[in-house]
């Protein structure tokens, strides 16, 4: 990415409680816009107050868990600095903003934008009821939210421009489940393996082929809906100038990044670094085995890896 600067990055993520699923389900593009909006509201009020800069950040928005159940989430990825007065002022370099801050700020900051769309009738109802979501549900549904601590929590903090560029290369385009997590599918039935966080293993899931369809296609984004986004001083409209300010004041020149052109290059690539011995992501003892598979942007190219082992 070209708007990458040589300084240190936090990854801060923002859920929203289940209680709320419904409404996301039944009003997806609007509650999605909803959800990213208010995010980065929420950071850039927070960089003003406790910083007094300008941030910048990138939201990637997730709307699924390892089990693919529907949990909708916003990654952020932001600088750790800002602007002010276009003097570039650097945040702590382990440390951004206490959690805590984001989490009741942005809890506000939702709620109140939802008692408004309830006010407007602009919501539908869950469970098809043709009556749009009223201002009267949204008061017992507001009381239940605001006795909640909404979870947002911060992930380690990246430690340059490079690791960033590797997280975005490897996450903002996924979907909902990796193929390599498929292990079965037989007997009307689909197995695949998810991670418990609570305790750091691996396990093994198997689905009536129906109930995977039907947990895979919940996280089909509304046509055309733009689910990363660019905010602060990252915003389209001031980009191109406020990095050129971050730039002059940190003394620092355009991140290159190589181009990559056609598929045949990227295929090129892959055989080339393939060749090498590659260490088993899950195990970290294993080794990817090279085996070929037809590409199918290119007749006359194969290439491919084989899965991760299983964990």
């Not at 389900?25 to 406790?50: F, G, H, P, Q």
Request: charged share 25%; hydrophobic share 40%; glycine share 6%.
């Amino acid at each position: 990415m070209q708007d990458l600067l040589p300084v240190s990055y936090f990854h801060v993520v923002f859920t929203v409680p289940r209680e709320l699923n419904n409404l996301f389900l039944w009003n997806r593009r609007k509650m999605y816009s909803l959800l990213l909006k208010m995010v980065s509201r929420t950071i850039i009020d927070s960089a003003d107050r406790n910083l007094g800069i300008q941030p910048g950040m990138l939201e990637v928005l997730h709307t699924w868990g390892q089990k693919l159940d529907f949990h909708p989430h916003v990654h952020c990825i932001v600088y750790g600095g800002g602007l002010s007065n276009n003097k570039w002022i650097s945040s702590k370099k382990d440390f951004y903003i206490h959690v805590k801050k984001f989490s009741r700020l942005f809890r506000g900051k939702f709620l109140a934008a939802l008692k408004k769309m309830s006010k407007s009738g602009g919501l539908r109802n869950p469970e098809k009821d043709p009556t749009p979501f009223s201002f009267e549900q949204f008061i017992p549904l507001a009381k239940e939210m605001y006795k909640k601590e909404w979870v947002v929590y911060s992930k380690k903090p990246f430690g340059g421009p490079e690791q960033v560029l590797k997280y975005l290369s490897r996450y903002t385009h996924r979907v909902a489940i990796s193929n390599y997590r498929l292990k079965d599918i037989s007997g009307g039935n689909i197995t695949f393996t998810w991670k418990d966080y609570r305790t750091g293993k691996r396990k093994v899931m198997k689905l009536p082929a129906r109930e995977f369809m039907r947990r895979f296609l919940l996280h089909v984004l509304p046509r055309g809906f733009v689910k990363i986004r660019c905010c602060g001083f990252l915003n389209n409209r001031i980009k191109k100038v406020q990095l050129a300010v971050c730039r002059k004041e940190l003394g620092a020149c355009q991140i290159q990044t190589a181009p990559v052109t056609i598929a045949s290059d990227i295929l090129e690539n892959a055989k080339t670094n393939f060749t090498n011995r590659q260490t088993c992501p899950i195990c970290k003892t294993g080794v990817l085995i090279m085996i070929k598979i037809k590409a199918f942007y290119e007749n006359n190219i194969e290439v491919g890896c084989a899965p991760p082992c299983p964990a």
